[in-house]
């Protein structure tokens, strides 16, 4: 009740707030028969311009909590790559009320089983689980990054800092060297998403004065947002948010976020790579895909969910099974803010007959009969089926559910509604999801990398050399 | 000419990247108040809901059938946890392509074979487990019955379809070869052959030779003897009426015989330690030296095991535990330390690992070992004990927070060698654990004699850099697709 005290303004939010926090939301979710039981999220706006999601979920022991910031890899500068990955690990070099590492320790000690900061292409963002009593703890910690770190960075914790995200970028090298050459051919210097070849490069000489400002002028209220999810009372975690959130001023410049087009395949490129690390010989091949904000994002799922896996129909089907031209198949969609694309990675086995040119060919030979051929009516039931069961299982997971409100708050403005999603799902046309493959999935513009492993033992860390081919 | 060139091209490279301007002052623009000086007290308004409650039931033919009831999700799950059919039994390979192959299709009542095996487009997965495997199916709560009746078809009437027998093993056999990729695979199993001094744990996927050799009347022997009612365990987790689940449950599986007799266990002794001991050198190129130390670990039922559990989780983790406060925050030698205890064929092992650069490799992997000493030689603080108690008691709630979270743990506590030693057992362990326990177990189970080292290093850049260690076993490594060999190709001892 002390929220009572602050003004006029303070009773009528308070009272909105108790309102929408008690309904219930029994819904059928439109044309699924799937009855719906939970409680409306609360969804505002701080003065500041902090976006706030709260949702109940009174049968769960612990809450979970995201607080994102619009702040990626893409908002790098050409030179300091890695540097929004760098801020990240610099948030937790304590706070103006928290030691180094304090942010860690009071969650450890508060028994979280998951939490970290991770920096993605397009933004960054802190998650942690904590025990349903502990709620404020979260708040607290979050309160503290993005109000009183950025007056303890360092140049000891900028050196720091350094030397740990080397080790882990290298880490990251090792794990995904196979992937560089194409990654450096879909999205070349000067792309928001480049990804340069010496990872740590950038954050080795960026310098402190350039890390602080970028720091600033990403990490503000107004570019921020915080979902909170679980076993909580609402009423008193809006007011927790309000104690720890409102005073927080934004500074005066915002970062200016890069974008770019969606890529362009300009044609039919080929990509050979030789290298040590590539066992037998690999097709990836590679088209651009509807982003999330599409109106095909659900027809073009239902697409992929069709190619992927191992059942009848699928790529794999008629790849591995009926003509034997590969031991595996993984179909994968790639899906950010600027851009997206469908990966189709094979391994062509053992067999030294089958050749490059022939796998590339029925791939795409398949891609066009799923453009010609829609889904039987039983094929889609099954599509809308495994996605709802999906959508219905990611709900039941809090962490999953902060992290789909987030992405849904991203791409919509709005927290995520499940019985939309579900409603999405049963209103999908058997037509929509060929026209989408005949859409995307253009034999002429399209990529294929061909890796094969090289003779003999390459140097570590030496550079991957590689040739493209275009063809108009 | 050639100074110009390069004094243009520095230009514009300057000139390519903008500067990045500098923060505006004042760093600090958020007024202080008292309430952020420390860290909020835990709130008794978010107090934990209580557990849900199980409902069991053991049927005529020996199957126990387990009901946890709960009213929230439309997702009800469902598992048939059968025990001995796990990947700890012979021949090695067996029990995965059995398992692969139940989803392969059932014989039904007219002789014919129902290939596709779904309800309503959910189709039922399968899982392996050291001790057993694990048949799931989810599906909208009103079709929970239905699912039951699919389930006990799969497990009553495999098909065993000579055509789909074939497409099981080749792809268990090309899951061989792809696991080959994998070094820290290699590298665990390298450290255990040298601490037992030989190979005596077993995999999931068999040996390439092995199942290359199976029939499948290998596959039916294997069925016949381990999938048994009285071993076999049902598990539902949703918005269901148990004593629904329990009629239909008996009315499926009445009748349900083994058809062959029980095999014989396989003698689980502890195992002793190889005499004579290297650090083991497994030869990659990669960017990074990847670091690993395995030490044996009690078992489930001794009575160190919830310290030594407690111990594992103050010397490493992610984010704070000692090692990675020496290592990663003040050391900056590695990004994470990870640590896990692990049961494997009645025998439990502790593995810790590390990666780091070349440079930095030996001081790290020196400074993981003062961490094990300082945890063998000084008692553990109150604070480090509670935080331990905290971990451990909130990654139970989050164990069970789903219908299928529910089943999972349901399964493993089924499937553990003391099944009176149940999740919730355990965890009333961990909670009495005082911190002389956590100190006398990890004296007991961490003493330098049984650790075993191994990295995934160059050796060309470390082959006299490891001498701290003692003698060192190299091994190379390089892996091979099915048919040209995989794994460690040869050795050498320095």
């Known amino acids: ?5 602050r003004s006029l303004k303070g009773c009528i939010w308070l009272l909105a707030c108790v309102a929408a926090s008690l309904v219930v939301r029994v819904a059928v979710a439109q044309g699924t028969g799937i009855r719906l039981s939970a409680i409306r999220p609360d969804h505002f706006r701080l003065q500041n311009g902090l976006e706030v999601v709260i949702q109940r979920e009174p049968r769960q022991a612990v809450v979970a909590t995201v607080m994102s910031y619009e702040i990626g890899h ?7 790559e890695g540097l929004a990955h760098l801020i990240e690990h610099l948030s937790y070099s304590g706070s103006r009320h928290l030691p180094r590492l304090g942010a860690l320790t009071e969650l450890v000690n508060a028994g979280s089983p998951s939490f970290n900061g991770v920096t993605g292409p397009d933004y960054t963002f802190y998650f942690s689980v904590v025990d349903s009593t502990r709620v404020a703890l979260p708040l607290w910690l979050e309160s503290e990054r993005l109000g009183f770190t950025l007056e303890r960075v360092d140049e000891a914790a900028l050196a720091h800092e350094r030397k740990i995200i080397r080790k882990e970028m290298l880490g990251v090298r090792d794990r995904q060297r196979w992937l560089l050459p194409l990654r450096r051919t879909q999205y070349p210097e000067g792309h928001p998403y480049y990804t340069p070849e010496d990872p740590s490069a950038g954050t080795d000489s960026v310098e402190l004065a350039a890390v602080l400002g970028h720091f600033q002028r990403g990490y503000r209220p107004d570019n921020a947002r915080l979902v909170i999810v679980g076993g909580l009372d609402t009423i008193r975690t809006t007011e927790l948010v309000h104690q720890y959130f409102d005073p927080v001023t934004n500074p005066p410049r915002k970062l200016a976020r890069r974008f770019a087009k969606q890529r362009l395949f300009p044609g039919r490129e080929t990509l050979t790579v030789e290298d040590y690390i590539y066992t037998g010989r690999n097709l990836v091949m590679v088209w651009p895909a509807p982003t999330a904000a599409s109106p095909d994002w659900i027809p073009y799922q239902a697409l ?15 790849l591995v099974d009926q003509y034997r031209l590969a031991a595996t198949v993984d179909v994968e969609l790639d899906e950010n803010d600027l851009d997206a694309s469908l990966m189709i990675a094979v391994d062509l086995g053992v067999d030294a007959r089958t050749s490059f040119e022939q796998v590339e060919l029925a791939i795409e030979g398949l891609l066009a009969a799923f453009a010609r051929v829609e889904p039987t009516a039983a094929e889609l039931s099954r599509l809308r089926a495994s996605a709802t069961m999906q959508l219905l299982t990611e709900f039941e997971d809090v962490q999953k559910r902060a992290f789909l409100h987030l992405q849904t708050l991203r791409r919509t403005g709005r927290p995520y509604a499940l019985a939309d999603e579900l409603s999405r799902w049963s209103s999908l046309r058997a037509q929509a999801v060929s026209e989408v493959a005949g859409r995307y999935l253009d034999p002429r513009r399209r990529l294929s990398a061909r890796l094969r492993e090289s003779k003999g033992w390459v140097p570590t ?5 590689y040739t493209v081919e275009r063809a108009p | 000419v050639r100074r110009s060139i390069v004094a243009l091209f520095l230009a ?5 990247a903008a500067p990045i301007p500098p923060p505006d002052p004042p760093l600090a623009r958020t007024p202080d ?3 952020r000086r420390a860290a909020p007290a835990p709130d008794p308004l978010g107090a934990p809901s209580a557990p849900a409650s199980i409902e069991r039931r053991t049927l005529s033919n020996g199957m126990l059938v387990q009901v946890v009831r709960t009213t929230a999700s439309p997702v009800t799950s469902l598992g048939l946890v059968f025990r001995g059919a796990g990947a700890d039994t012979h021949p090695e390979g067996a029990a995965l392509l059995t398992a692969k192959l139940l989803l392969e299709g059932t014989r039904q009542a007219d002789g014919s074979v129902l290939g596709h095996l ?46 789909a027998f074939e497409n099981a093993r080749n792809r268990q056999l090309y899951s061989i070869s792809e696991a080959s990729l994998f070094g820290m695979a290699h590298l665990r199993d390298a450290a255990l052959e040298e601490l037992y001094g030989g190979s005596v744990f077993g995999s999931t996927l068999g040996k390439s030779d092995a199942v290359a050799a199976f029939t499948s009347d290998d596959v039916s022997r294997f069925y016949g003897a381990r999938y048994r009612p009285e071993q076999t365990a049902l598990i539902v987790a949703g918005d269901v009426d148990p004593e629904a689940v329990f009629a239909t449950a008996e009315s499926r599986f009445d009748g349900w015989t083994p058809t062959l007799a029980p095999p014989g266990d396989l003698a689980r002794k502890p195992l002793p330690l190889a005499t004579d001991r290297h650090f083991v050198g497994l030869h990659i190129e990669k960017a990074l030296a990847y670091g690993l130390c395995v030490a044996p670990a009690p078992p489930l039922d001794h009575a160190d095991s919830p310290g030594f559990q407690l111990a594992a989780m103050l010397l490493g983790g992610h984010a704070v535990s000692r090692a990675a406060e020496a290592l990663r925050y003040h050391a900056a030698q590695v990004y994470a330390v990870g640590a896990r205890v692990e049961q494997r064929a009645g025998q439990s092992h502790l593995y810790v690992r590390l990666a780091s650069e070349r440079a930095d490799f030996v001081a790290a992997m020196q400074r993981l070992l003062a961490e094990i000493a300082r945890l063998r030689d ?23 927070s789903s219908n299928a979270d529910r089943v999972e743990s349901l399964a493993v506590d089924f499937l553990a060698a003391h099944p009176d030693l149940t999740s919730e057992v355990r965890l009333e362990r961990v909670r009495r654990a005082t911190s002389s326990d956590v100190q006398a177990a990890a004296a007991r189970w961490l003493r330098a004699d049984r650790l075993q080292l191994a990295a995934l290093l160059d050796r060309a850049y470390f082959n006299r850099e490891l001498g701290d260690f003692g003698k060192v076993r190299w091994l190379q490594f390089k892996a091979r697709k099915a048919g040209a060999g995989a794994g460690p190709e040869s050795e050498a001892e320095e």
Do not use: H, W
């Open chain 1, 74 to 80: 893409r908002d790098d500068p050409e030179g300091a």
């Open chain 2, 118 to 163: 779904s309800i309503n487009g959910q189709s039922p997965e399968v899982e392996v487990f050291d001790d057993g495997t694990v048949l799931t199916l989810r599906v909208l709560a009103p079709l929970a019955l239905p699912a039951l009746t699919l389930l006990s078809q799969i497990a009553r009437y495999p098909a065993f379809d000579p055509g």
């Open chain 2, 33 to 35: 108040a008292a309430f």
């Open chain 1, 304 to 318: 992929v969910r069709r190619l992927a896996g191992s059942g009848a129909g699928s790529l794999s089907a008629y």
């Open chain 1, 1 to 5: 009740l002390r929220v009572f005290d």
């Open chain 2, 378 to 400: 000084q008692p553990v603080t109150e604070q480090e004990l509670a935080r331990a108690k905290a971990l451990f008691n909130t990654r139970s709630a989050l164990a069970t």
């Open chain 2, 12 to 16: 514009s490279g300057c000139a390519s």
């Open chain 1, 461 to 465: 860390g030496g550079r991957i050399s």
